[in-house]
């Protein structure tokens, strides 16, 4: 196991260990933005093989504009990506708690808890778009019960499983990652969820399952920019009239080119959440 590390302000820290960890062509199996003092910071990122500093320079300059520069060693034989996400502090997105085991009896009785353990998928609800997407799912919940929800990316399972929690009805989960479909599963299980989670492995929404099973009144799609405009109308085509489709995963650049590819394909905004330099857009289809 290797572990870079780059000196950067707190701004700098944050945005770069999210594209880390939002981006799975980085390579990164963990990513922080940590504290060492009041006014300096530092992006974590640990890898399997050993990374070239110059090449995750590049990375950043390329991917964010700021100039970085990665420090690489390597680490004794633990398991650091367990490590790196079990002292994370719990999560509060509306009504939704995400925690670990540790953190199990602290979930106030009135919140809805997930509790999301460290493991190779991406979604513990501590960056951005996993807690604006717990948001969005929280208030269109209060409104509406779904009969026919999709978690397209699911990675963790999180969204799905507060999805499950909230509405008490069956949820489809798709991911492109076999290992994500498996983490899914087990943390569905983990929070007596399976009866109402399927997990199915699956690119895009032409699989049989996924086919099968629309229209869908809500899909939840938290993966990037550029897969988010390649499957809108194919997303548009499985949507109930009057769905409610959430998207994230986007930079806040991203979002004018994301809404009018989306609007292209027959949906309305209806609200967007931002946080730390991304977006969470909730669309409607056919209205």
Same mark, same amino acid.
């Given at each position: 196991m290797f572990r870079a590390v780059a000196y950067l302000s707190?701004?700098?820290?944050?945005?770069?260990?999210? +594209?880390?960890?939002?981006?799975?062509?980085?390579?990164?199996?963990?990513?922080?933005a940590l504290e060492e003092s009041e006014t300096r910071w530092f992006c974590e990122v640990l890898f399997d093989a050993a990374p070239e500093a110059?090449?995750?320079?590049?990375?950043?300059?390329?991917?964010?504009?700021?100039?970085?520069?990665?420090?690489?060693?390597?680490?004794?034989? +633990?398991?650091?990506?367990?490590?790196?996400?079990?002292?994370?502090?719990?999560?509060?997105?509306?009504?939704?708690?995400?925690h670990g085991a540790h953190e199990r009896a602290s979930v106030p009785a009135n919140a809805v808890g997930i509790?999301?353990?460290?493991?190779?998928?991406?979604?513990?609800?501590?960056?951005?778009?996993?807690?604006?997407?717990l948001v969005a799912i929280d208030r269109l919940t209060r409104k509406r019960a779904y009969r026919h929800p999709l978690d397209l990316g699911c990675g963790s399972g999180v969204l799905a499983i507060g999805l499950a929690k909230v509405l008490r009805g069956k949820v489809l989960a798709s991911d492109i990652d076999p290992v994500a479909v498996r983490v899914a599963r087990g943390n569905a299980r983990l929070n007596g969820a399976s009866?109402?989670?399927?997990?199915?492995?699956? @690119? @895009?929404?032409?699989?049989?399952? +996924?086919?099968?099973a629309t229209p869908f009144d809500l899909v939840v799609a938290n993966i990037l920019a550029r897969p988010l405009r390649a499957l809108a109308f194919d997303i548009a085509h499985a949507m109930a009239p009057g769905g409610d489709l959430i998207l994230s995963g986007l930079r806040l650049a991203d979002v004018r080119?994301?809404?009018?590819?989306?609007?292209?394909?027959?949906?309305?905004?209806?609200?967007?959440?931002?946080?730390d330099g991304w977006a969470t857009l909730v669309l409607r289809f056919g209205y």
């Open positions: 707190e701004q700098e820290a944050r945005t770069l260990s999210a +594209i880390f960890m939002e981006d799975e062509t980085s390579g990164a199996l963990a990513s922080a110059a090449t995750l320079d590049a990375y950043a300059h390329d991917m964010t504009g700021i100039e970085a520069a990665f420090q690489v060693s390597e680490l004794p034989d +633990i398991d650091w990506v367990a490590k790196s996400l079990e002292g994370l502090t719990a999560v509060t997105a509306g009504r939704f708690v995400v509790e999301i353990e460290a493991g190779q998928a991406f979604g513990t609800g501590h960056h951005a778009t996993t807690w604006g997407c009866a109402f989670v399927t997990t199915v492995v699956a @690119g @895009g929404m032409r699989h049989r399952a +996924i086919a099968s080119r994301i809404h009018a590819t989306y609007r292209a394909a027959g949906f309305s905004r209806v609200a967007e959440i931002q946080r």
